[in-house]
């Protein structure tokens, strides 16, 4: 689907922007507003009192830089490590500033993010009642905005999607949840090939998740084939966690690389069939558990039923015919097998 994609559209590739230290521009800027305030009237006294023509252009040129002067600190960029900021100018993209710290670029450039607004339920995105998300005050549901930040975080973030109900390869609901770490490495791509490329994140788990999940059984079943080989296997939801989550990390991977994203790790987070089915299925297992412990006890009994008659041929205690054989067989599974402590008769008389 990457590679589809990345045929269809333009592939924007991402450049660095060197920028100059800010510091200087900075002081620059403020000298010279220094400067044209003591011109001032400098150049109403000489100029426009004195008639004279340097002084009067002196005069203009103040006044104007103390009108406009400000544009230098529009240019003026402040870079916290793992963030970088992708810059346009009049709508072309002139390259993304990643390195930290205070910097001044070309004042007309405008910096771009369309999920600069975008509140997931993830690091970075999800803030308590009272904080400030993106700039906007969030008290008793009211929001105050504040100036919006487009910067573009480069750390890594976990996505923790909402659970799921989703039917596996058998049929049955299961409602199920992931933990996806994700984080930005090509800013180019995740600004200008998707829309938005939180969501685009977003969207492209859930439908990871769902085709990956409808492969597995939620616990091991006979005749499933969970790899593709053609054989079947003991692939499932609840036994394989990892190499479920494994696969949904790379088919994850695989739709988002066109938008700059790497996915890091996936885990899953819950897992259990859907509330509609889920104490039908918990009888299930009991009864399942309760065949399997049967079928351990009976093989245990039988085996030191055999081994018995074997000690007591081995050293000629007695001989037993085909009958009494039977007879202490059934006796010995009866012992063995029941639910509940047997309770003896002692025979003594004669065996016949």
Request: some cysteine.
């Amino acid at each position: 689907m990457a590679k589809l994609l990345a045929n269809t559209y333009s592939n924007v590739e991402e450049k660095i922007y060197r920028a100059k230290s800010g510091w200087l521009v900075l002081f620059l800027s403020i000298l010279a507003y220094v400067a044209a305030i003591v011109c001032v009237p400098l150049g109403g006294m000489y100029g426009i009192d004195g008639g004279n023509p340097l002084f009067v252009a002196l005069f203009v040129v103040s006044i104007l830089y103390l009108c406009i002067g400000w544009i230098w600190w529009c240019g003026l960029k402040v870079i916290r490590p793992n963030e970088a900021l992708v810059l346009t100018l009049f709508g072309r993209y002139i390259g993304t500033l990643k390195q930290d710290g205070f910097f001044f670029v070309n004042p007309f450039c405008a910096s771009f993010n369309p999920a600069a607004k975008t509140r997931l339920n993830q690091s970075g995105d999800v803030k308590p009642e009272g904080s400030v998300f993106a700039g906007v005050q969030i008290n008793g549901g009211a929001a105050t905005a504040e100036m919006l930040s487009n910067k573009i975080s480069l750390k890594v973030m976990t996505l923790n999607n909402n659970r799921q109900k989703i039917n596996d390869c058998l049929g049955n609901p299961v409602e199920i949840g992931i933990a996806v770490m994700w984080r930005v490495v090509d800013t180019a791509k995740a600004v200008f090939n998707v829309d938005n490329y939180k969501e685009y994140l977003s969207l492209q788990c859930d439908s990871a998740l769902r085709e990956i999940v409808r492969i597995y059984p939620y616990d091991v079943a006979p005749g499933v084939d969970t790899t593709g080989d053609g054989v079947a296997d003991e692939g499932s939801l609840r036994g394989s966690a990892d190499l479920v989550a494994s696969r949904i990390r790379e088919k994850i991977e695989e739709k988002v690389a066109f938008a700059g994203l790497e996915i890091v790790e996936a885990r899953i987070t819950y897992l259990a069939y859907a509330p509609e089915i889920a104490a039908v299925m918990l009888q299930r297992q009991q009864a399942s558990a309760i065949i399997d412990a049967r079928k351990m006890i009976v093989d245990g009994a039988v085996g030191r039923v055999q081994m018995a008659l074997d000690k007591i041929n081995h050293e000629d205690i007695c001989q037993l015919d085909d009958e009494r054989k039977a007879q202490m067989v059934a006796n010995l599974l009866v012992v063995l097998c029941g639910n509940r402590d047997a309770q003896p008769i002692v025979n003594t008389g004669s065996i016949y």
